[in-house]
């Protein structure tokens, strides 16, 4: 496209006999263009229409979608280039959204944007939300804060709270799935909050081992802003602090979680009268393998306390500290010492049936002492040269060799490794070559040399 000054100046530059193509150069286009301004088939400042091709084919694909809405923009693109359609794939679908020719299924959304009808069911979110309630009992081993995970249905308004000893991942994970248990099913999106389990602290993001736990349910994660509340999420946690002030303090864990779920299902009776049930998707037949882990005292009778029950462990190890571990997909725990060494595995008894859980599946493995480090030998330090040759051994020495005493003290000092003076053929003397192999040159016998050496310095 030319401007204004462009055409003016292209407008002169002919007046004055330049040809379009050097008016072209001129101005840096394309002569065509400069030709067709010129011309007047073309208007300065103003964009010529580019040549939409799915113009041509806009009523097949009108009449495509309408007949069926959740017809594929992939299959639709290779039907049309069937029909002589050169376009490519992404100019197709800027220009399908442009038109926006794709209607609404009927059948998919209704004014809530769910519906029931025919072979489109319509399924619920699952929000969750953190509740802490103060001063709870020291047996519940929960460090004197209960921790509730409640878990609200957004359509039906239905909700259920679990206990739980703390929020780390694994107990998260196992407080949702008994939530999610109660409520008969899972929705088909979560919505959270930003919490650590969810994301992460630093940067916002959903981490990667809850992005786990969402893929094995077959949801979706929603992070909702913050401090957003609706009025059923407050009706929910004034019913459950209600609720909490009329716990006692002797109640253990299991029948507080018992008397919290009879308290929801009154509540739920009382206010969703006449109400239709929404459709759930169907949970996992087992929670998802998360790996608990938490520490408890073995009492004076050997046994463990986890989850309303006891589990035998040696008698030898009253007062020691150990650790529970347990998978959520599996029927047994493990009783292990603080640094991981198995004492004992025993099947997972029914939670909060006070069972005393004891067999002979008691493997009674403890963790072994360290080994203790032996002290560092202390060496002489003469020890690192050789010590001079005393009388006792150059005697017997020289009873090995058959000679008297002073020969053998001879052949005994001469062997000492000192550097010895060879004498060549020559008449030079240097230092004394290493003894000859077959194949080099050079004494063959050191020994016999070196004896008639010191019998030359003796006749000396």
Avoid at 86 to 91: K, L
Avoid at 431 to 437: F, G, K, L, R, V
Wanted: charged content about 25%; overall charge positive; aromatic content about 6%.
């Amino acid at each position: 496209m030319l401007s204004m000054e462009e055409y003016e100046e292209a407008c002169a530059l002919r007046s004055q006999g330049w040809s379009v193509s050097a008016i072209g150069r001129h101005l840096g286009r394309d002569r065509k263009t400069v030709r067709s301004y010129l011309s007047g088939q073309r208007i300065a400042g103003t964009r010529a229409p580019a040549h939409n091709e799915y113009l041509r084919y806009a009523s097949y694909c009108q009449q495509r979608l309408n007949d069926d809405p959740h017809l594929q923009a992939t299959v639709l693109h290779a039907e049309i280039v069937r029909l002589g359609y050169s376009g490519g794939y992404s100019t197709f679908t800027r220009a399908v959204r442009g038109h926006l020719i794709r209607p609404r299924c009927q059948l998919c959304q209704d004014d809530f944007g769910y519906s029931a009808v025919g072979g489109h069911p319509a399924t619920e979110d699952v929000r969750f939300d953190w509740l802490e309630l103060p001063a709870a009992p020291a047996h519940w081993h929960c460090g004197g804060r209960a921790h509730v995970l409640l878990a609200s249905l957004t359509r039906s308004g239905r909700w259920r709270g679990t206990l739980t000893e703390s929020r780390e991942l694994p107990q998260f994970v196992e407080a949702m799935d008994q939530a999610m248990r109660c409520l008969g099913g899972t929705g088909r999106r979560w919505v959270f909050d930003r919490l650590p389990p969810v994301c992460s602290a630093r940067s916002g993001r959903l981490t990667a081992a809850f992005t786990d736990v969402a893929r094995y349910y077959g949801t979706t994660i929603a992070i909702r802003a913050k401090d957003e509340l609706n009025d059923l999420d407050e009706a929910h946690r004034s019913l459950t602090q209600h609720w909490w002030r009329t716990v006692p303090d002797s109640i253990d864990a299991q029948a507080a979680q018992a008397s919290l779920d009879q308290f929801a299902q009154r509540a739920e009776e009382r206010t969703l009268q006449g109400h239709a049930p929404r459709l759930l998707l169907t949970l996992p037949p087992r929670p998802f393998p998360a790996r608990i882990c938490t520490r408890r005292t073995v009492t004076s009778q050997g046994l463990v306390n986890f989850r309303g029950n006891h589990y035998a462990v040696p008698a030898d190890l009253a007062g020691a500290v150990v650790e529970v571990r347990q998978r959520l997909d599996e029927l047994h725990l493990s009783i292990t010492t603080t640094g991981g060494a198995v004492i004992a595995r025993h099947h997972l008894a029914p939670r909060g049936a006070d069972l005393t859980v004891a067999g002979p599946c008691l493997i009674a493995t403890v963790e072994r002492k360290a080994r203790p480090i032996r002290p560092a030998r202390r060496r002489c330090p003469a020890g690192a040269s050789p010590r001079p040759y005393s009388r006792e051994a150059l005697a017997e020495a020289a009873a090995l060799c058959g000679q008297d005493a002073r020969q053998g003290v001879t052949a005994l000092v001469t062997t000492a490794p000192e550097p010895a003076t060879h004498h060549h053929a020559n008449g030079a003397t240097g230092p004394c070559p290493a003894p000859a192999t077959r194949d080099t040159g050079g004494c063959d016998k050191r020994a016999r040399h070196l004896t008639a050496r010191h019998r030359r310095r003796e006749t000396s």
